[in-house]
């Protein structure tokens, strides 16, 4: 790997700590969830939305070894996979044009998908290089352009995974979401299930009817 022993043992010395605490930094993809999604507004429909809201997500699909390590009932195995593979496999340049090539084929070969694709998958990175670092104070590079060259994309101002700023973020998300979800009849949950949505967005509209708010 190209961060070398050094880079590995502070990453494994991140994980060193209680399955709690990890399983808190496991949650983050929520947040990049709700920003994705807001992103994926500039699509023109349900299909164009998943494509984007995905785009956004897939990079911490690299994360999933803690989870299979877990899995197996192993704290070690779990350390181990989500120190090797995670900001290694899905957060480089070459995996973002993957999936912005598959949006592209999936919804209909349009160019503004795979630029609004291309935009949130690299808004995730971004998101990551200035608010994801560990409590020990070690930051997780990025290596953008693995295997060609060792540069990685950092910031020395990273601030903590935990830090308030990640928090405001997340809050404003969700404030975005829910007036989206109020003014436009239609929130993530949409992704999955209609029904579930409108039934969610009419419990929403019941409590702040749109003719009391305008």
Not at 121 to 149: A, N
């Amino acid at each position: 790997m190209f961060l070398g022993h050094a880079g590995i043992t502070a990453r494994v010395s991140r994980l060193a700590e209680p399955p709690t605490r990890i399983l808190l930094a496991a949650m983050s993809p929520a947040s990049h969830l709700l920003i994705s999604w807001l992103v994926a507004q500039g699509g023109r429909d349900r299909r164009e939305w998943a494509a984007i809201t995905l785009a956004g997500i897939i990079p911490d699909l690299d994360g999933l070894g803690l989870v299979a390590g877990l899995a197996m009932g192993s704290i070690d195995l779990a350390q181990d996979w989500y120190a090797r593979f995670h900001h290694e496999l899905g957060h480089n340049l070459w995996a973002g044009l993957s999936v912005g090539l598959l949006a592209w084929f999936w919804c209909r070969r349009s160019w503004r998908v795979a630029i609004l694709v291309l935009v949130s998958f690299h808004l995730h990175l971004f998101c990551d290089v200035i608010g994801s670092r560990g409590p020990d104070g070690h930051q997780w590079p990025i290596p953008y352009v693995t295997p060609f060259s060792t540069w990685a994309w950092t910031w020395d101002g990273q601030w903590e995974l935990n830090a308030w700023p990640n928090h405001m973020i997340t809050l404003l998300a969700e404030a975005a979401m829910l007036w989206i979800a109020w003014r436009h009849q239609r929130s993530p949950l949409g992704l999955l299930s209609l029904r579930a949505d409108a039934a969610w967005i009419g419990y929403l509209r019941r409590w702040f009817p749109p003719r009391a708010m305008s």
